[in-house]
């Protein structure tokens, strides 16, 4: 058996989430393979969302979650990269290998795992599956789903309070109902906080994720550029990897950037740029995916959906630049809308 540890409180209000959760002891058969709880167990497997690692946002955040796991229960971990144009197939193929090696837990890093661990998640019931932005129905898989548009309502928050120019733009990866979250809860933030005096242009990069809006650094600059070409003084990017070129376009028109999903301020592959990362809307996926490998290693496996909001610290607004306390109102009126928020005095829209 791979040797459990103490309940620690970790990253997002993992405690509080930990404690609503569902647990699931599975002993039933398993009709291929997979974890059996033996002496020849492995720890956590992620496997990664369009872009990869290497990303700075998203599936980056989801290593740092793994390599946490790793150091604190010491054991192996593994790690996989998508390929370019793949099907549902292959990634089935791809959580199958990683449950049939004995990763347990195995977790979908993106929505379009949905289908793949559907269908492998009744196959190895022995293993418990997570997946990250997507609803998958099954007695041994934990939904891991976040409140995007409340991170992204603080974002406009502190969009209204730093424009000069009184309009501020969006840049969705891919336009898809999970983005467009983002976008509405953005949209929101400026207008509740302006009054409806600053302007919101957004534009997505793509339709589907395969024409690349996840992972093209070239079109998020491009689109970048002509947002600010319209007096765009602050831009939110919500777009994976193509968001690098969204703060590579806003650091040389010298106007705000606002990162997404991890403290982009902080990534050292951004640094050249970090001055002109205002915030970035958190979403700690790292944390979501250590709570679950925690429950699997406390013998209480995390299943259903579990949603990390607010109230746990699952999403926020990243404070680490100098330059957020230095404009006007901008930090209390982003504490009085996470209040709001939270008490549920301001309901934020998903679409």
Do not use: H
Not at 85 to 95: H, P, S
Request: overall charge neutral; glycine content about 14%.
């Amino acid at each position: 058996m791979r040797r459990t540890s103490k309940l620690t409180r970790v990253a997002v209000g993992v405690a509080s989430i930990a404690l609503a959760a569902t647990a699931c002891g599975g002993t039933s058969s398993d009709n291929g393979g997979g974890s059996d709880g033996g002496k020849d167990d492995k720890g956590l497997a992620i496997a990664y969302d369009i872009g990869g690692k290497g990303d700075q946002s998203f599936n980056d955040a989801a290593f740092a979650g793994l390599e946490k796991a790793k150091k604190e229960f010491g054991y192996q971990t593994d790690d996989v990269e998508p390929t370019e144009g793949e099907t549902d197939a292959d990634k089935e193929q791809r959580l199958s290998s990683l449950a049939r090696q004995g990763y347990n837990p195995v977790i979908g890093v993106g929505y379009a795992y949905g289908p793949a661990m559907e269908a492998v998640a009744k196959k190895y019931p022995k293993t418990t599956f997570g997946i990250v932005d997507s609803v998958v129905e099954g007695k041994n898989v934990a939904s891991l789903v976040f409140a995007e548009e409340q991170a992204s309502y603080l974002a406009g928050v502190a969009a209204a309070k730093a424009t000069k120019t009184n309009t501020v733009g969006f840049v969705g990866g891919v336009d898809i109902p999970l983005i467009r979250k983002f976008e509405a809860g953005y949209k929101q933030g400026v207008q509740d906080t302006s009054g409806g005096k600053v302007k919101v242009v957004s534009q997505y990069l793509t339709q589907t994720a395969e024409e690349g809006g996840f992972a093209s650094p070239d079109k998020g600059k491009a689109a970048a550029e002509g947002q600010i070409e319209k007096k765009a003084d602050v831009v939110y990017q919500a777009a994976g990897l193509s968001g690098q070129g969204v703060i590579e376009a806003a650091a040389k028109a010298k106007v705000w950037a606002i990162g997404v999903d991890s403290d982009q301020y902080k990534q050292a592959a951004l640094s050249a740029y970090k001055n002109s990362i205002l915030t970035s809307a958190l979403k700690d996926v790292g944390g979501a995916v250590y709570a679950l490998a925690k429950s699997v290693e406390d013998g209480k496996p995390l299943t259903g959906t579990q949603t990390f909001d607010l109230k746990v610290n699952g999403v926020g607004l990243s404070e680490a630049n100098p330059e957020f306390a230095k404009i006007a109102g901008l930090k209390d009126a982003v504490a009085k809308a996470k209040e709001g928020i939270i008490d549920g005095s301001i309901k934020v829209k998903t679409e």
